[in-house]
């Protein structure tokens, strides 16, 4: 990994018809990426799995998908911050055609696959939500493609939930298995912040820090259709502002077998033994399967 700084600002690595577009080759490393679309009224994007699986997430709006021969709709969300959202999964080596008859946003997570598995349907009813932590540590995890909740062959994703004020993927931690400093997975997180009531945008932060023999150390303002790339190392916490709930889809893939591995930083781990004595932040679920109007 080359990158000094792993923050991608909105709009720094569009490629059209792409708002976001990470890959292996421009992350620097083997597996794991992230596509985002904005489609107009009616608009339409084409494009190839290629090597990779993919997901079709609806960020605010619904689609109609059609892989190779076959095709479905998603009923999606209005945004991030009012439902939980059905999904598609994409195989490898297809040809995907989105459609949006009332436009939208649509975020295309993806990890570089061997196994060629089924088109499918995923069911907003059928992801597991977890409201994770407590006090101000609160939040919410929805677990749409993690290993026990949806079968794919290296992908995993969740989206993450924080409410103002919060902190979230705290204590710091990192996916490996060996302790050895190396992270198993490659991390992408991709940001949305809440409007306020009188329409203003805020921001979150986001921590990300390594040991001596990879220095990476940045704590990074972060707003929406920002990116964050998590190569290695210890990440946490992503902090929302005070008024503004923040939302991060994180995206994970590495080699060997799918698991999503979590190891806290063991100078801060310590903190998981206070959460017993306090209660998750009334506020949370922020979203369910039904859909909230803010």
């Given at each position: 990994m080359t990158r000094v700084n792993p923050l991608v600002p909105r709009g720094s690595?569009?490629?059209r018809p792409f708002d976001?577009?990470?890959?292996?080759?421009?992350a620097g490393w083997d597996y794991c990426g992230l596509r985002v679309v904005h489609l107009p009224?009616?608009?339409?994007?084409?494009?190839p799995t290629g090597c990779d699986e993919m997901l079709v997430l609806p960020l605010a709006g619904g689609c109609d998908v059609a892989c190779d021969d076959e095709r479905l709709t998603l009923t999606g969300r209005r945004s991030v911050f009012s439902r939980v959202t059905d999904f598609a999964y994409l195989p490898r080596q297809t040809q995907v055609t989105l459609r949006a008859p009332n436009g939208g946003r649509f975020a295309l997570p993806a990890a570089?696959?061997?196994r060629t598995l089924p088109f499918r349907y995923g069911a907003a009813e059928d992801v597991p939500v977890d409201?994770?932590?407590?006090?101000?540590?609160?939040?919410?995890?929805?677990?749409?493609?993690?290993?026990?909740?949806?079968e794919t062959d290296r992908l995993i994703a969740c989206e993450v939930l924080t409410p103002g004020g919060n902190w979230s993927s705290y204590p710091p931690?990192?996916?490996?298995?060996?302790?050895?400093?190396?992270s198993s997975l490659e991390e992408i997180c991709y940001f949305e912040v809440a409007a306020s009531p009188a329409g203003g945008h805020g921001c979150?932060?986001?921590?990300?820090?390594?040991?001596?023999?990879?220095?990476i150390d940045v704590c990074a303002e972060v707003r929406s259709g920002d990116?964050?790339?998590?190569p290695y190392g210890w990440h946490g916490p992503s902090m929302a502002a005070p008024g503004y709930d923040l939302y991060h889809l994180n995206v994970m893939a590495g080699p060997g077998e799918r698991r999503w591995l979590v190891r806290d930083d063991p100078a801060h781990g310590w903190v998981r033994g206070r959460w017993a004595a306090e209660r998750v932040d009334s506020r949370l679920p922020l979203t369910s399967v039904r859909e909230k109007r803010r």
């Open positions: 690595s569009a490629e976001v577009v990470v890959t292996p080759e421009n009224v009616g608009g339409r994007v084409r494009f570089r696959a061997d409201l994770c932590g407590a006090g101000h540590a609160s939040h919410q995890v929805n677990r749409f493609c993690t290993p026990e909740s949806f931690h990192k996916h490996d298995e060996q302790g050895d400093g190396e979150g932060f986001q921590r990300v820090y390594g040991h001596p023999d990879r220095p990116v964050v790339l998590i």
